[in-house]
């Protein structure tokens, strides 16, 4: 049943046809040189996701006024770079991920002949959070074995009638990104393995929690481009990384010197730097570059503010071995 208020909110917004849309925002300052244009990205996109690129174009946020001479395609070119953001950052948030799992899973394998070593509450900081971690990755091992051929041999061959966890190989493959960065963010700071992947990133023995905390945000920028939200000016208000922590390693120090915490920029700068030191490659500057050259001049100095540049753009993004 809805409230009064739903009752309230019904009738003061009703649906409205792509041609209602694209009337709506002219009436409110936009124009509109492509209407065939403007109605295939509506159609495509939808008119509640495309606002917030239209906010920077707002005049007045109450009366939702634009500024004279906004255009709809600057607006579609934000929307359509936000999705080449996206790509290019999940690619290498990919690659990321895949690295880490691979050297967290050899490390902790290396430290002991016992596959299920990693489960040992000795090796963790908390035990409360242990235990949390791995009851969830029982939940996420159930929800794969009778699907997945691997480890349904496993069970079928070693544990028919038991619920138990896989060996680190497996339960490697099983975990989520944001699961995996809870295993090692509990770590204890001094264990060899939270050490060793360190190294791999490029982090020293001091910033191994630092490390942690940048992979649980990577994960969680991760999932929110795996369900195409809005990236590039999104504020990371819910997990941010402290300014202090990642041990004045160069050049990250000097990327992220006086930047937002909370913008994106953040966010692609320890993406970039982990990249750079885990595979030698700098894609995702390539691919910001790429993106950013498919917007005119204004437009793109507004992705640049918005996302958290600072004002010499991408020139901190400069790598050398």
């Given at each position: 049943m809805a409230c009064n208020r739903c009752d309230e909110y019904a009738s003061a917004k009703?649906?409205?046809t792509l041609r209602e849309q694209i009337m709506r925002l002219q009436s409110r300052g936009v124009v509109v040189g492509d209407e065939a244009m403007a109605h295939a990205v509506l159609k495509r996109v939808g008119y509640s996701r495309l606002r917030p690129y239209w906010h920077p174009f707002e005049h007045d946020r109450e009366t939702h006024t634009f500024v004279p001479g906004t255009k709809f395609e600057d607006i579609a070119s934000l929307y359509n770079f936000d999705e080449d953001l996206r790509c290019a950052t999940f690619w290498v948030l990919g690659r990321i991920e895949t690295t880490l799992r691979a050297t967290w899973a050899n490390q902790m394998a290396l430290q002991s002949s016992d596959p299920f070593y990693y489960l040992n509450v000795d090796n963790y900081h908390q035990p409360d959070m242990h235990e949390d971690n791995v009851e969830r990755l029982l939940?996420?091992?159930e929800r794969v074995v009778e699907?997945?051929?691997?480890?349904?041999?496993f069970r079928e061959r070693?544990?028919?009638a038991e619920e138990i966890c896989p060996p680190v190989w497996l339960a490697v493959e099983?975990?989520?990104f944001g699961l995996l960065s809870k295993f090692y963010s509990n770590l204890r700071n001094r264990h060899p393995a939270k050490k060793e992947v360190a190294a791999i990133f490029?982090?020293?023995a001091e910033s191994v929690s630092y490390l942690g905390k940048t992979f649980h945000l990577l994960a969680l920028a991760r999932n929110r481009i795996a369900h195409h939200s809005r990236f590039w000016d999104y504020r990371w208000t819910a997990y941010t990384l402290p300014r202090r922590g990642h041990?004045?390693?160069e050049p990250l120090a000097s990327m992220l010197d006086?930047?937002?915490t909370q913008s994106t920029y953040y966010v692609l700068s320890h993406t970039l730097f982990l990249e750079w030191t885990a595979m030698g490659s700098v894609s995702l500057a390539r691919g910001v570059e790429r993106a950013l050259s498919k917007l005119s001049g204004d437009i793109q100095s507004i992705a640049l503010r918005r996302m958290g540049f600072p004002r010499e753009g991408l020139a901190r993004w400069v790598f050398e071995r």
């Open positions: 009703p649906p409205l939940q996420e091992w699907h997945d051929p691997q480890h349904k041999h070693y544990c028919p099983v975990m989520s490029g982090f020293g041990g004045n390693i006086g930047a937002d």
